[in-house]
């Protein structure tokens, strides 16, 4: 049993007798074998108004995640720097952009507002930017996992492990998790490298997840777990 089990970011958020009501779920959490990374949505909508609270500048740049996802930017490097040492595959994706793709009025969500794609807003952010090798999936939908080639490549290539950072929590994280898991892949989102528009729905979907379907995780644990793959690499 792992004592840290619920040290995260919705304690101060779950009454103790709804903590008491998921101890069923309580295990040991940690990064399983053959892992990648999959980047999920690191793109520059997200990141538009600034470091701001969403709910000041959301009706100038109604995509945007503000200060979360500006205070997801620094674990983030350092999560990607981790699996580049380690050597992991690296996944991101971005949504599909290319007009003559796909059909009208096919959204990931039901928001409304303008029902246009505008190529700028879904490149990857700098701090981000893929690498040769590396592989980015282009989707309509809000899982990774529909209506693209990304379960070819995850057996192709011997992935048995998703690690997942991105946006947004409660929307393309959590479809992606949740599919990746019922595909029969060990999943582990890294707590501070996933964000949300909305704070509340970010720590109730990280515990609804945590406790049902993947392994939540902080960034510390999941970097030295990755340099100890690299250590372990290094002496063979």
């Not at 994706?93 to 039901?110: F, G």
């Not at 990857?124 to 999936?137: L, T, Y």
Request: aromatic letters at 8%; proline letters at 6%.
């Amino acid at each position: 049993m792992d004592d840290n089990f619920e040290n995260h970011c919705w304690v101060d958020l779950m009454p103790p007798a709804l903590l008491e009501m998921a101890r069923r779920y309580q295990r040991k959490v940690f990064v399983g074998p053959a892992p990648a990374l999959l980047a999920i949505d690191l793109y520059e909508v997200v990141y538009r108004g600034g470091a701001k609270p969403p709910e000041e500048i959301c009706k100038e740049f109604p995509g945007t995640c503000g200060k979360y996802a500006w205070e997801a930017i620094p674990p983030t490097q350092r999560l990607f720097a981790a699996a580049r040492r380690a050597g992991l595959q690296i996944f991101y994706s971005t949504m599909d952009v290319r007009t003559d793709s796909r059909p009208l009025e096919v959204w990931a969500t039901r928001g409304s507002g303008p029902r246009h794609a505008d190529p700028a807003d879904f490149i990857i952010r700098p701090e981000f930017a893929p690498q040769a090798g590396d592989i980015v999936i282009a989707k309509q939908r809000a899982s990774v996992f529909y209506g693209t080639p990304i379960a070819a490549h995850l057996t192709q290539t011997g992935i048995r492990t998703l690690i997942i950072c991105g946006e947004s929590t409660s929307g393309c994280v959590r479809a992606t998790a949740v599919e990746a898991q019922e595909a029969g892949y060990h999943v582990v989102l890294v707590e501070e490298c996933c964000y949300d528009r909305n704070i509340v729905s970010h720590k109730v979907n990280l515990f609804d997840l945590h406790h049902k379907y993947v392994d939540v995780m902080h960034v510390d644990d999941v970097v030295s777990h990755l340099d100890s793959l690299k250590r372990v690499e290094a002496v063979a």
